[in-house]
Protein backbone atom coordinates (compact mmCIF):
# COMPACT_ATOMS: atom_id res chain seq x y z
CA UNK A 1 0.00 0.00 0.00
CA UNK A 2 1.29 3.36 -1.17
CA UNK A 3 1.01 6.92 0.07
CA UNK A 4 0.78 9.14 -3.18
CA UNK A 5 1.67 12.98 -2.17
CA UNK A 6 0.83 16.09 -4.72
CA UNK A 7 3.52 18.96 -3.51
CA UNK A 8 4.33 22.06 -4.91
CA UNK A 9 7.73 22.56 -5.38
CA UNK A 10 10.31 20.99 -6.39
CA UNK A 11 12.38 20.41 -2.88
CA UNK A 12 9.09 18.84 -2.02
CA UNK A 13 9.20 16.05 -4.34
CA UNK A 14 12.62 14.40 -2.81
CA UNK A 15 11.88 16.12 0.94
CA UNK A 16 7.95 14.68 1.61
CA UNK A 17 9.14 11.02 0.75
CA UNK A 18 11.31 11.44 3.43
CA UNK A 19 9.01 12.66 6.32
CA UNK A 20 6.35 10.21 5.40
CA UNK A 21 8.81 7.31 6.10
CA UNK A 22 9.75 8.91 8.97
CA UNK A 23 6.38 9.14 10.51
CA UNK A 24 5.76 5.85 9.43
CA UNK A 25 8.41 4.61 11.26
CA UNK A 26 6.89 6.64 13.99
CA UNK A 27 4.20 4.83 13.62
CA UNK A 28 5.48 1.51 13.02
CA UNK A 29 3.24 1.26 10.13
CA UNK A 30 5.59 -0.95 8.06
CA UNK A 31 2.82 -1.87 5.36
CA UNK A 32 2.89 1.60 4.43
CA UNK A 33 5.41 3.09 1.71
CA UNK A 34 5.32 6.34 -0.57
CA UNK A 35 5.43 7.27 -4.18
CA UNK A 36 7.27 9.98 -5.51
CA UNK A 37 5.61 12.68 -5.29
CA UNK A 38 3.00 14.49 -8.37
CA UNK A 39 4.69 18.13 -8.12
CA UNK A 40 2.08 20.83 -9.00
CA UNK A 41 2.15 24.41 -9.62
CA UNK A 42 0.90 26.66 -6.44
CA UNK A 43 -1.61 28.31 -8.71
CA UNK A 44 -2.86 24.99 -9.41
CA UNK A 45 -3.96 23.42 -5.63
CA UNK A 46 -6.38 26.86 -5.38
CA UNK A 47 -8.31 25.53 -8.67
CA UNK A 48 -10.76 23.18 -8.37
CA UNK A 49 -10.70 21.68 -12.02
CA UNK A 50 -6.84 21.41 -11.75
CA UNK A 51 -6.77 19.70 -8.35
CA UNK A 52 -9.70 17.04 -9.65
CA UNK A 53 -7.24 16.53 -12.35
CA UNK A 54 -4.31 15.56 -10.25
CA UNK A 55 -6.06 13.79 -7.70
CA UNK A 56 -7.61 11.54 -10.56
CA UNK A 57 -3.83 11.40 -11.80
CA UNK A 58 -2.53 10.42 -7.86
CA UNK A 59 -5.49 7.53 -8.29
CA UNK A 60 -3.42 6.25 -11.62
CA UNK A 61 -0.25 5.64 -9.62
CA UNK A 62 1.14 2.45 -8.19
CA UNK A 63 -0.46 0.63 -5.71
CA UNK A 64 -2.12 4.24 -4.54
CA UNK A 65 -4.30 3.38 -1.02
CA UNK A 66 -4.11 7.28 -0.14
CA UNK A 67 -3.61 10.61 -1.50
CA UNK A 68 -1.72 13.66 0.69
CA UNK A 69 -1.64 17.07 -0.47
CA UNK A 70 0.96 19.06 0.66
CA UNK A 71 1.61 23.42 -0.24
CA UNK A 72 2.73 26.06 1.37
CA UNK A 73 -0.31 28.77 2.63
CA UNK A 74 2.19 31.69 1.66
CA UNK A 75 -0.35 34.56 2.52
CA UNK A 76 -3.25 32.46 2.46
CA UNK A 77 -5.27 31.25 5.91
CA UNK A 78 -4.98 28.12 6.35
CA UNK A 79 -8.38 27.66 8.11
CA UNK A 80 -10.32 29.83 5.00
CA UNK A 81 -8.47 27.66 2.20
CA UNK A 82 -7.87 24.32 2.98
CA UNK A 83 -11.30 22.83 3.87
CA UNK A 84 -12.14 23.76 0.32
CA UNK A 85 -9.27 22.46 -1.82
CA UNK A 86 -10.07 19.16 0.90
CA UNK A 87 -13.31 18.82 0.05
CA UNK A 88 -12.68 18.99 -3.93
CA UNK A 89 -9.84 16.69 -3.63
CA UNK A 90 -11.83 14.17 -1.16
CA UNK A 91 -14.98 14.24 -3.78
CA UNK A 92 -12.54 13.21 -6.61
CA UNK A 93 -10.80 10.81 -4.72
CA UNK A 94 -14.36 8.58 -3.38
CA UNK A 95 -12.99 5.78 -0.89
CA UNK A 96 -9.63 6.16 -1.32
CA UNK A 97 -8.59 8.20 1.44
CA UNK A 98 -7.40 11.86 1.13
CA UNK A 99 -5.77 14.48 2.96
CA UNK A 100 -4.55 18.16 2.47
CA UNK A 101 -1.99 19.80 4.52
CA UNK A 102 -1.21 23.44 4.12
CA UNK A 103 2.18 24.11 6.11
CA UNK A 104 1.79 27.81 7.34
CA UNK A 105 3.42 29.80 5.95
CA UNK A 106 6.45 27.57 4.23
CA UNK A 107 7.36 23.92 5.06
CA UNK A 108 10.51 25.57 6.05
CA UNK A 109 8.78 26.69 9.31
CA UNK A 110 8.88 23.35 10.73
CA UNK A 111 12.71 23.64 10.47
CA UNK A 112 12.82 26.80 11.87
CA UNK A 113 10.73 25.53 14.82
CA UNK A 114 13.94 23.06 15.60
CA UNK A 115 17.07 24.46 14.06
CA UNK A 116 19.09 23.47 16.88
CA UNK A 117 18.44 19.85 15.77
CA UNK A 118 19.73 21.10 12.35
CA UNK A 119 23.21 22.57 13.84
CA UNK A 120 25.43 21.39 11.63
CA UNK A 121 23.85 20.26 8.43
CA UNK A 122 23.73 21.73 5.47
CA UNK A 123 25.81 24.91 6.37
CA UNK A 124 23.70 25.52 9.62
CA UNK A 125 25.85 27.08 12.01
CA UNK A 126 26.60 25.76 15.28
CA UNK A 127 24.93 28.55 17.09
CA UNK A 128 22.17 29.02 15.28
CA UNK A 129 18.59 28.79 17.48
CA UNK A 130 14.97 28.14 16.71
CA UNK A 131 12.88 31.07 15.54
CA UNK A 132 10.39 32.46 18.34
CA UNK A 133 7.47 32.70 16.00
CA UNK A 134 7.97 30.22 13.41
CA UNK A 135 5.34 30.16 11.66
CA UNK A 136 5.15 33.37 11.08
CA UNK A 137 8.27 34.66 8.75
CA UNK A 138 6.63 35.24 5.23
CA UNK A 139 10.53 34.10 4.44
CA UNK A 140 10.89 30.97 6.08
CA UNK A 141 13.95 30.15 3.87
CA UNK A 142 15.28 33.54 4.32
CA UNK A 143 15.07 32.97 7.44
CA UNK A 144 16.92 30.05 7.38
CA UNK A 145 19.74 31.40 5.25
CA UNK A 146 20.12 33.73 8.52
CA UNK A 147 20.71 30.80 10.22
CA UNK A 148 23.81 29.65 7.90
CA UNK A 149 27.01 30.38 7.80
CA UNK A 150 27.88 33.65 5.54
CA UNK A 151 28.63 33.02 1.86
CA UNK A 152 25.44 29.61 2.23
CA UNK A 153 22.56 30.29 0.49
CA UNK A 154 19.27 27.49 1.38
CA UNK A 155 18.99 25.33 -1.53
CA UNK A 156 15.77 23.91 -1.09
CA UNK A 157 16.46 20.84 -3.57
CA UNK A 158 19.52 19.52 -1.75
CA UNK A 159 18.40 20.80 1.72
CA UNK A 160 14.93 20.82 2.24
CA UNK A 161 15.53 16.48 1.63
CA UNK A 162 18.55 17.25 4.06
CA UNK A 163 16.77 18.73 7.07
CA UNK A 164 13.33 16.60 6.51
CA UNK A 165 15.41 13.66 7.63
CA UNK A 166 16.92 15.44 10.56
CA UNK A 167 14.81 17.72 11.98
CA UNK A 168 13.24 16.96 15.70
CA UNK A 169 9.34 16.12 15.22
CA UNK A 170 9.07 16.27 18.58
CA UNK A 171 10.02 19.90 18.79
CA UNK A 172 7.83 20.71 15.55
CA UNK A 173 4.98 19.28 16.40
CA UNK A 174 4.74 21.41 19.85
CA UNK A 175 5.42 24.83 18.59
CA UNK A 176 4.08 24.49 14.53
CA UNK A 177 -0.13 23.78 14.26
CA UNK A 178 0.62 23.18 10.23
CA UNK A 179 2.96 20.47 11.50
CA UNK A 180 0.47 19.17 13.85
CA UNK A 181 -1.64 19.17 11.13
CA UNK A 182 0.92 16.86 8.97
CA UNK A 183 0.93 14.25 11.37
CA UNK A 184 -3.20 14.24 12.10
CA UNK A 185 -3.51 14.04 8.62
CA UNK A 186 -0.80 11.33 7.99
CA UNK A 187 -2.91 9.30 10.86
CA UNK A 188 -6.24 10.06 8.83
CA UNK A 189 -5.00 8.51 5.39
CA UNK A 190 -3.41 5.68 6.83
CA UNK A 191 -6.56 4.49 9.06
CA UNK A 192 -8.58 5.52 6.10
CA UNK A 193 -6.34 2.21 4.24
CA UNK A 194 -7.10 0.17 7.01
CA UNK A 195 -3.71 0.33 9.26
CA UNK A 196 -4.14 0.26 13.06
CA UNK A 197 -3.02 3.37 14.41
CA UNK A 198 -4.01 2.86 18.23
CA UNK A 199 -1.22 5.08 19.80
CA UNK A 200 -1.00 7.89 17.08
CA UNK A 201 0.17 11.17 17.67
CA UNK A 202 3.05 9.60 19.64
CA UNK A 203 2.31 9.92 23.24
CA UNK A 204 5.67 12.11 23.97
CA UNK A 205 4.82 14.27 21.59
CA UNK A 206 1.80 15.22 23.24
CA UNK A 207 3.15 15.82 25.73
CA UNK A 208 6.12 17.67 24.50
Given at each position: ?37 IRRKRSE ?164
Amino acid sequence: MNIQPIVEGHGEVAAVPVLVRRLRDEAGTFDLDVNRPIRRKRSEFVNEQAVRKAVRLALLQADCAAILMIFDADDDCPKDLAPKVEAWAKAEAGTVPCALVMANREYEAWFLATVESLRGQSGVRNDATSHPEPESPRDAKGELEQRMHVGLSYAAMADQPAMTAKFDMTTAYARCRSFRRMVKAFGEIARGAGVAMPNWPPLRWQGA
